[in-house]
């Protein structure tokens, strides 16, 4: 639990997030009152904007944030990402913002995340790109920070169909930082 340190809030994340929740809704379709967990959940941005679309929410989070957000009336729960007690299939929409890169194998963390999917239910990530003025890579808990096709690969070998990605890029005093945005639903 040394290497937990509080997410980062402001923006660009309140602009990333409050855009791409109503985007990845009416892409797919999801239907009000779908299952969504929101894997690394920090500051509960995502949980309440997924709240306010309809949806039935669950966070996996740690530490202050996690105690914040369930003191807003979240159900949060302290689980390893890549060791989840959730049953198969129990989720409609998984969301994992800037958390898959702290698995140190990232391949089964997303089989995981497929583990709990129903079938054709949402798979959204987003992670830091390698090689940016900001060497995420460098991060001493950042085990992961890899480039964008082998995200895809990782994600299509554990049963994910036509990931879309797309760059997010915005400056910061290093200088122009990247993040890749996946977003997919899971085989039928």
Known sequence: ?????P???????????????????????????????????????????FREHGYDVMGIGFGDEAQKSRDEGF???ERDMSFLEFEDATFDVVWC?????????PYFTL???????KPGGVFYAEVPAPDTPCRHELNPNHY?????????????????????NQDINFNVPAGKD??????CRKSS
């Open 97 to 105: 913002r800037h958390v898959l890169e702290h698995s140190v194998f």
């Open 75 to 77: 159900e949060i729960v």
């Open 1 to 5: 639990m040394d290497d937990i340190y």
């Open 144 to 164: 992961s920070v890899l480039t964008r096709s082998m995200w895809l690969t990782l994600i299509a070998r554990v049963g994910f169909d036509d990931a879309r």
């Open 7 to 49: 997410a980062p809030f402001g923006e660009p994340h309140i602009s990333i997030i409050t855009q791409t929740v109503p985007a990845l809704i009416a892409h797919y379709d999801i239907k009000k009152g779908a299952k969504v967990l929101d894997v690394g959940c920090g500051h509960g941005l995502a949980l309440r904007t």
């Open 178 to 183: 990247t993040y890749y945005m996946f977003d």
């Open 111 to 117: 089989q995981e995340m497929a583990r709990i999917l």
